[in-house]
């Protein structure tokens, strides 16, 4: 259907940071499927797992269990801090339903709302599109379910005059990601904390884009000096195979009784048995350590390039802030060029790449991307007006 713009590229193929397309040209992948493949694409232990477990035990429902889900739901667990349960899912949105279902069921008759952030982005189901803070998204979709409600991001005053009694939970990004690149503040977070425990509401993180090393640790919340009650994941945990997981507090994850929630597919071995995988190297790796280094030294590059007029972000989710509204055009010269990069914004260009991308595959894209910002913005920092045609 015509949910996307004409897509200019097919890609056949890819290894590591590098994509090739159908007429055989070589790209370097600086969007890695929108922050899904952190170890970079085809990587060998992630092919291997997906090879064995295609031909040992494909499904058998979650009325059984299966080796690969209980591994990857203790890993899960201990890097989140422990002392929860998890929900396996099929991707980012499925995720947050069930976050806000559990929210749901937790607070009970009469207390249900999810208060969320302007600027956010927690998926397209009916329900996450209503906690998603884009109200121009959801004109044409109305009406969407109730029980959703946003504050300005960042604003503590905001949140706190936005919880009365029929809110059962607080849902947030740390890094808001399709916003824009937009950190928290460990400030922010820490006072929501502490007015979602004075007023008895969860604290549910949306860890979909920013989980699993992404930011320079496991989870964005672990900068900001919170624990969460609920946190969701999906994107790098299958590294480009559909997974997604929602974690709980064990007391909040057993108000849940059988027939309360359930998905024929979400925690199958297929996509359990990648995601196993994906842990193991993410770990053996230190992704985190990595993406803070990496990280740290992609900004550097891309603060002295003419043009770029400020970087943010945190670890490998970094935005690159331009002179002028022109991120398609430069994202589109970046591409023409062989490098992918997304405009998040009109003014800015998303940079999310592999995690285990080195310094050499840095400098090259940050060349690429200097030429690309050159063609577009004149030497005095001025935006080239658009010529007739
Ligand atoms: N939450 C966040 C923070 C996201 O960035 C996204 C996707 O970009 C989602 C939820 C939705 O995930 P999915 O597209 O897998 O449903």
């Known amino acids: ?189 820490q006072a929501v904390r502490r007015l979602c425990d004075e007023r008895g509401v969860l604290f549910m993180v949306d860890e979909v884009q920013t989980g699993l090393g992404r930011t320079g640790r496991w989870f964005g919340f672990q900068h900001l000096g919170v624990q969460p009650d609920v946190v969701t994941v999906a994107k790098a945990l299958g590294n480009g195979v559909p997974i997604g997981a929602c974690w709980a507090r064990e007391a909040v994850a057993d108000v849940f009784e059988p027939g309360d929630h359930a998905t024929t597919f979400g925690g199958q071995p297929l996509a359990t048995a990648a995601a196993r995988a994906v842990l193991a190297v993410m770990e053996a790796e230190d992704v985190p350590a990595r993406a803070e280094a990496r990280g740290a030294y992609l900004v550097r590059a891309l603060e002295a390039i003419p043009g770029v007029r400020a970087v943010r972000g945190a670890g490998l989710l970094v935005a690159a802030e331009l002179d002028g509204p022109v991120a398609k055009q430069v994202a589109a010269g970046a591409l023409d060029g062989g490098l992918v990069v ?31 910002i050159g063609a577009v913005i004149a030497p005095r920092g001025t935006v080239d007006a658009p010529q007739a045609r």
């Open 1 to 189: 259907m015509n949910t996307y713009p004409p897509q200019p590229v097919t890609f056949v193929r890819g290894e590591g940071s590098r994509l090739w397309d159908d007429q055989g040209r070589r790209y370097l992948d600086f969007l890695s499927g929108l922050a899904v493949t952190s170890l970079g694409h085809s990587h060998p232990a992630v092919a291997a797992a997906l090879c064995t477990q295609a031909s040992t035990l494909l499904h058998v429902s979650n009325l059984y269990g299966t080796e690969p889900q209980r591994d990857v739901a203790a890993t899960l667990d201990r890097l989140v801090g422990g002392g929860g349960r998890v929900f396996f899912c099929n991707s980012g949105a499925e995720a947050n339903e069930c976050a806000v279902k559990l929210a749901r069921k937790w607070g009970g008759r009469g207390k249900f709302a999810v208060v969320s952030a302007y600027g956010s982005f927690h998926g397209r189901t009916l329900a996450t599109l209503h906690a998603t803070g884009n109200p121009a998204k959801h004109e044409p979709f109305q009406p969407l379910p109730e029980g959703f409600r946003h504050v300005a991001w960042q604003d503590v005053d905001a949140l706190a005059a936005a919880i009365n009694p029929s809110v059962a939970a607080v849902l947030l990004e740390p890094v808001q990601g399709e916003g824009g690149v937009n950190p928290a503040t460990a400030e922010y977070f």
């Open 342 to 372: 997304n405009p998040v914004t009109d003014t800015a260009l998303r940079l999310a790449p592999s995690l285990l991308v080195t310094e050499a595959e840095i400098d090259e894209a940050v060349t690429i991307l200097t030429g690309a």
